[in-house]
Nanobody, 135 residues
Framework: EVQLVESGGDLVPPGGSLRLSCAAS????????IAWFRQAPGKEREGVSC????????YYADSVKGRFTISSDNAKNTVYLRMDSLKPEDTAEYFC????????????????????????????WGQGTQVTVSS
């Protein structure tokens, strides 16, 4: 059973950068989808980015395209989300999720939207890490 732990959240000024980590245990991540979601106070959770760790295909929401970069280090069993040019509207709790069937990222690539998955569509969620962008 895969388990996920996020880290790397912090308070940064507008224009700053952060790298979030999603470390997996209990299973290797060399053939899996890891997706990042975020939830701001009072708002619904939204999809940010995802990666197929087997073929390297990725998806980015329009709001983060060109600023965020998702990558995987299969040797470290970790997926990263590099966030540059951060804006106050990026402030949120960031969560990663594992999809062993690799459906949600392919769907996002086809539809242009990374929807929040239904419970049966993901195998694990992390506990979240807080990102605050403020001067």
């Amino acid at each position: 059973e895969v388990q996920l732990v996020e880290s790397g959240g912090d308070l940064v000024p507008p224009g700053g950068s952060l790298r979030l980590s999603c470390a997996a245990s209990g299973s290797t991540i060399d053939d899996i989808v890891i997706a990042w979601f975020r939830q701001a106070p009072g708002k619904e959770r939204e999809g940010v980015s995802c990666i197929n760790t087997n073929d390297g295909s990725t998806y980015y929401a329009d709001s983060v395209k060109g600023r965020f970069t998702i990558s995987s280090d299969n040797a470290k069993n970790t997926v990263y989300l590099r966030m540059d040019s951060l804006k106050p509207e990026d402030t949120a709790e960031y969560f990663c999720a594992a999809d062993l069937l690799k459906i949600i990222c392919a769907t996002a690539q086809d539809t242009g939207v990374l929807s929040v998955p239904l419970p049966y569509e993901v195998d694990a969620w992390g506990q979240g890490t807080q990102v605050t962008v403020s001067s």
